[in-house]
């Protein structure tokens, strides 16, 4: 009788708490959740990596040493590089278990003005840039099997890409795992298509198609400046090689399943880089690459007809699939620098619904969607293609400088120090190369405005000026109503 008396007031404090939770809610714990695994982390690497750029333009790198056997040779330095690199990032991204890139490390090995640069640039300029770059170019290859023997109007091309942009959008902030099953299926399209350009080579070159590899290093042009230049567009080919450092507060089993992802997905892309120019090779001479618009699609009309349609349709699903890479990581960059109040609070936000950091990802898409309004944005990524290495090696030095003022954090992984040490001399070569081989204005502008970030940090972050936060707290609670959106719960490190 007296446990059935215990169990009907247990029963009524129940309801009661019950009662009291609907009329005073607690705020829930939010945090984003932990569902990239290994599989889905080594197409991430290899989807965001391998975009348009070695179907479309691999003649950058011809061009600078205008020779087969240098260019090959490139190629593969180019993929060891970016694994170094990579690797470097590994002990960064184990060690500093948070989402963002660059940025927590940044913030850890030199404090918040080199983070807020990078997240000033990144957030502003390389990224949504790049990003409206590779919808573009998704765009011109949807587009043009409608407008046979001529070019497509622009207004069409940048509606398409403005149009995928909200469609990626709208997918990453609806689902982690939507995201993460989108890349997985276009990552497998790509290599479909990696795969039917690579068998064709090999069958070719068993054939005799051998021709263009003979005195491979003839009339080679072999300088520092066209060597760096020549690593410069590889490197931009291979750009993406950090991307899963982004998402390591969604990563299951960071320690492991990132440096795998890296020690697996890296390499694959560069075997399938040096082999794709060895396909192309057997069947163009290197002055008919070079006059090559759009490289596999010459490599499809000569190879796979009648079937060379097969050819752009998935380059469509190439470029698909590098944006949704890259917006699916960016998001969290900017969620990161929201956190850390660099960005507007309501950056920092997670979808209650649907665990995503939405408002982020929302603010990117939008900022990309503005990079398409103009008419010639290639220009302005050039201009500034050259800051993400100042970063890149600014990060890896971050490395180096903690082994020796941060001892005490663990490191699951510890690379050695040479490692680090090559890719930041690297990176500093890469910066100066092309400021010394072809010194322009446009080097001096990027600096110019990586600084400018200065005066808003001074502004908005130290000073804390009153007048924007009056401004903004409105707009913040109309935006956390409407996306439904709650600051993520304080996790102890």
Not at 58 to 65: D, I, T
Not at 404 to 432: A, D, G, M, N, Q
Not at 477 to 488: C, K, W, Y
């Amino acid at each position: 009788m007296g446990e059935e008396n215990m169990k009907k007031r247990k029963g009524e404090d129940k309801g009661r708490e019950d009662r009291q939770s609907i009329q005073n809610p607690e705020p829930q714990t939010m945090n984003l959740r932990k569902q990239v695994g290994l599989v889905s982390g080594i197409c991430m690497i290899v989807g965001t990596i391998i975009g348009s750029g070695i179907f479309v333009s691999p003649k950058s790198v011809l061009a600078n040493v205008e020779a087969v056997g240098p260019c090959l040779i490139i190629w593969a330095a180019c993929g060891v590089l970016a694994t170094l690199g990579a690797l470097c990032f590994a002990e960064l991204g184990t060690m500093i278990t948070k989402s963002g890139g660059e940025y927590p490390y940044l913030m850890e090995a030199f404090g918040p003005i080199p983070a807020f640069l990078f997240s000033w640039t990144s957030l502003l300029v390389t990224k949504p840039s790049s990003f409206a770059i590779i919808c573009l170019s998704f765009a011109e290859y949807a587009s043009a099997p409608f407008y046979p023997g001529c070019d497509p109007p622009q207004v069409v091309i940048k509606c398409l890409a403005a149009a995928a942009i909200v469609v990626i959008t709208i997918v990453n902030s609806l689902s982690v795992k939507l995201g993460s099953y989108l890349q997985n299926f276009l990552t497998a399209a790509k290599m479909i298509i990696v795969t039917i350009i690579i068998v064709s080579g090999i069958v070719l070159l068993a054939k005799g198609k051998t021709e263009n590899f003979k005195d491979s290093f003839k009339d080679s042009k072999i300088s520092v400046s066209s060597i760096s230049l020549a690593f410069y567009n590889g490197l931009w080919a291979y750009d993406g090689w950090n991307q899963l450092n982004y998402i390591t507060e969604e990563l299951k089993n960071p320690y492991r399943n990132l440096p795998l992802s890296i020690i697996i997905g890296i390499p694959l892309v560069t075997v399938c880089y040096v082999l794709i120019n060895i396909s192309y090779f057997t069947v163009m001479t290197s002055t008919e690459l070079l006059q090559s618009q759009a490289v596999a699609v010459t490599f499809g009309d000569r190879v796979l007809y009648p079937a060379s349609w097969i050819v752009p349709l998935f380059v469509v699903f190439s470029t698909l699939g590098s944006a949704n890479g890259t917006c699916f990581t960016a998001g969290r960059l900017v969620y990161v620098a929201g956190r850390e109040g660099h960005m507007l609070k309501v950056l920092s936000y997670i979808s209650v619904k649907h665990l995503t950091p939405a408002p982020a990802i929302i603010f990117y898409g939008a900022i990309a969607i503005i990079y398409i309004i103009p008419g010639d944005i290639d220009t302005l990524i050039n201009y500034f293609s050259f800051a993400v290495w100042i970063f890149y090696g600014l990060t890896v030095l971050a490395l180096i400088v903690m082994r020796f003022t941060r001892k005490e954090l663990r490191r699951p992984i510890r690379i050695p120090i040479i490692l680090p040490v090559i890719v930041t001399l690297v990176s500093i070569l890469l910066v100066l190369a092309p400021i010394i081989s072809a010194p322009e204005l446009a080097y001096l502008y990027c600096i110019l405005f990586i600084l400018s970030g200065l005066i808003v940090y001074v502004l908005f972050v130290h000073l804390k000026f009153n007048w924007p936060q009056k401004i903004s707290k409105p707009i913040t609670m109309h935006l956390q109503m409407l996306l439904e959106v709650v600051p993520e719960e304080e996790v102890s490190q």
